[in-house]
């Protein structure tokens, strides 16, 4: 069984608050199918993949994804994640303020996530203005 300070202590070495934003001016960019992706996150080698699950189960959502690496030298990972705006909105982001990452990299990513989730929230992204401010607020992030 997972408790709060144990998937603290996870997130901070393992885990990610990132925001995939497509500027729309580098073409070279992989076609996305929103202009925004919010997503938390957690990778781990296949050999610690039951993890994974655990932390599905404690937070009652996400999904966990298999990743192979082709990179020499590297291991095949398994990947946590949570993309839903609402499981991000209602379950991820009260859960790391009531319970906050210790590393301050990981901090100011989740202080910055958090910015940028409540500016979708108020629909910012939609316009070329909103989404250009969020782009310049997720280069800030690690």
Same mark, same amino acid.
């Given at each position: 069984m997972?408790?709060?300070?144990? *998937? +603290?202590?996870?997130?901070?070495g393992?885990g ?5 934003v ?5 073409? @070279?960019?992989?076609? @996305? $199918? ?10 781990? +080698?296949?050999?610690d ?8 189960k404690y937070f009652k959502?996400?999904? *966990? ?8 030298n =590297?291991?095949n990972c398994? $990947?946590?994640? +949570?993309?839903? $705006? ?10 790391f303020?009531k319970?906050? +990452?210790r ?8 202080k910055?996530?958090c910015q940028?989730?409540?500016?979708i ?8 203005a909103g989404?250009k401010r ?7 992030? =690690?």
């Amino acid at each position: 069984m997972l408790n709060a300070n144990y *998937v +603290v202590g996870l997130i901070d070495g393992e885990g990610s608050f990132t925001v995939y934003v497509n500027d729309g001016k580098n073409s @070279r960019e992989r076609v @996305r $199918r929103t202009r925004i992706e919010p997503r938390f996150y957690i990778k781990l +080698v296949e050999e610690d993949k039951d993890i994974l699950g655990e932390l599905k189960k404690y937070f009652k959502c996400g999904n *966990v994804y298999f990743q192979k690496d082709k990179r020499p030298n =590297h291991q095949n990972c398994f $990947r946590y994640e +949570v993309t839903k $705006r609402e499981d991000l909105n209602k379950i991820i982001i009260p859960f790391f303020k009531k319970n906050p +990452v210790r590393l301050k990299t990981k901090a100011r990513d989740f202080k910055i996530f958090c910015q940028i989730m409540a500016a979708i929230n108020a629909y910012e992204h939609l316009s070329d203005a909103g989404l250009k401010r969020l782009f310049n607020l997720k280069q800030k992030m =690690h």
